[in-house]
């Protein structure tokens, strides 16, 4: 029920319910953009039953995806050492998965 | 930048999971409220992944689930009225109330019309001016700004044949009601992204405060769920009881102040039965006088006080215990036998967000 959809707006009508297209991966929807007075051609907003509900913060995501890149290097990099370790030991080193 | 794919990537998956097992040191027990997050968690298989000390619960965040059965029997009443069309999105269609569902009565020619949007409603009540319509209004915190936006348009249009059945929850006085049960076991939650997109985290932060609980507002991808997983888990080892933010990319702390002002405009806290759990205070919204005209209950007073007291669900569903956590959906004794979604006995079975959807649709092994 509190499904919401990323999309890019593409278009806003000068209308009280500040009528929008937003893509969706490609497919159009008509949303309103009433709730959220500052998003803009080009956004991302979160899309709920017809309603953005927010702007996504391009920013702070792309601060999160970098650190998850670092985490994933980190944990690509624990398992080799690991795997390098145990084929020194022969002992049961750090297992992924 | 796509908002859906990097949020699954697997690698970060996987180091997120190893993450999580190497912080965890004794068992937890973990609650994620939202059923967006509970189908995220069984589909993508995140449970798997986790140590066999950390317990995920699933909790009572699926709107659907929680309407009682006398609201059920109130939207079928209605959609059986004569010029009524009856708008409700498509979850409540199959849930079963004590005189059947909302598609049976569509069946039997009741004008009951699935909508994506409360803005379809609209649309219909303008085209159709000499019929009732009468939206089936179901949601949590997400949902109620544009529920509240559509009764604001209805009025600026002058509107006269459109109303709403409100069934809206909130979710603090939820997580409060399962926090203050003797039985309750859940150490941390992850708050649903959504409803604070909308509401913000400020309330939250007396409730951890209060319970001692750390509450870590998380997003739906499976990349934001273990995160969440992962930030509550470090706050229970170290012993802080905080909120925090995972989603931040959708989620600031005062929330969407716009559509908070809407809600207020429209909306009042109510109290609220529960299904399967019982009245919870204030955990509900009403329409405001200011705007009585639009409210369902108000505008066919007459025709539903033509009917006795609610009706109870039926007996042999455990929707409660699974909505408080206390119960998983292969542990009811009816789930996948006598409770499938073509034959549900309870709401969970056939909600898109429902628990026992969740291990139906994958899991239909029963196992975990
Ligand atoms: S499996 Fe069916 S009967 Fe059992 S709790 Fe879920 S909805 Fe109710």
């Given amino acids: ?97 | 930048m796509k908002y859906v794919d990097e949020f699954r990537d697997r690698a970060v998956v996987t180091a997120l999971a190893e993450r999580i097992k190497q912080t965890v040191s004794r068992p937890w027990t973990i609650m994620e409220v939202c059923g967006g997050q509970t189908h995220s968690i069984v589909r993508f298989g995140l449970d798997e992944l986790l140590p066999k000390n950390l317990t995920l619960v699933h909790g009572p965040g699926c709107p659907v689930c929680v309407t009682p059965v006398s609201l059920i029997d109130d939207a079928v009443r209605l959609a059986r009225q004569p010029g009524v069309i009856l708008c409700s999105f498509g979850d409540m269609l199959r849930v079963p109330g004590s005189q059947g569902d909302l598609f049976g009565a569509k069946a039997e020619g009741a004008d009951v019309r699935i909508i994506y949007s409360p803005l379809d409603a609209l649309e219909l009540a303008r085209v159709n001016p000499h019929r009732q319509v009468v939206c089936f209004a179901v949601g949590f915190e997400t949902t109620a700004p544009p529920w509240a936006m559509a009764v604001v348009q209805a009025k600026t249009m002058g509107l006269p044949n459109f109303s709403l059945l409100v069934a809206h929850v909130l979710v603090p006085p939820a997580m409060e009601a399962i926090l203050s049960s003797p039985q309750n076991r859940i150490q941390g939650f992850l708050a649903a992204g959504h409803v604070c997109t909308v509401m913000g985290y400020e309330d939250y932060e007396a409730i951890a405060a209060r319970y001692r609980v750390p509450i870590v507002v998380t997003g739906f991808e499976p990349v934001d769920v273990l995160e969440g997983i992962a930030m509550v888990v470090g706050q229970l080892e170290e012993g802080r009881a905080e909120v925090e933010n995972q989603y931040v990319r959708s989620v600031s702390r005062e929330g969407n102040r716009q559509a908070q002002a809407v809600v207020d405009e429209v909306f009042e806290p109510s109290s609220r039965i529960w299904r399967g759990i019982g009245e919870i205070p204030r955990s509900g919204l009403r329409i405001k006088s200011a705007y009585a005209e639009f409210d369902a209950t108000v505008r066919f007073r007459d025709v539903l006080a033509q009917y006795g007291p609610a009706a109870q669900e039926h007996p042999e569903c455990q929707s409660g215990l699974v909505l408080q956590g206390l119960l998983k959906p292969p542990d009811c004794p009816a789930f996948g036998t006598r409770c499938t979604p073509e034959r549900p006995l309870g709401a969970p079975m056939v909600s898109s967000e429902g628990a026992c959807s969740a291990y139906y649709r994958y899991r239909k092994s029963g196992a975990g």
Avoid at chain 1, 17 to 28: E, K
Avoid at chain 1, 41 to 63: P, T
């Fill in chain 1, 1 to 97: 029920m509190c499904l919401a959809v990323p999309g890019q707006v593409l278009q806003i009508a000068d209308d009280p319910l500040r009528t929008a297209t937003v893509s969706f991966g490609g497919v159009t929807k008509t949303v309103s953009l009433a709730l959220v007075p500052d998003a803009t051609v080009g956004d991302y907003v979160m899309v709920h039953v017809g309603f953005a509900i927010s702007r996504l913060n391009e920013e702070e995501a792309r601060r999160t995806l970098e650190a998850y890149a670092e985490l994933a290097a980190m944990e690509v990099k624990d398992r080799v050492e690991g795997e390098e370790q145990q084929s020194a030991t022969g002992r049961e080193g750090v297992k992924s998965r």
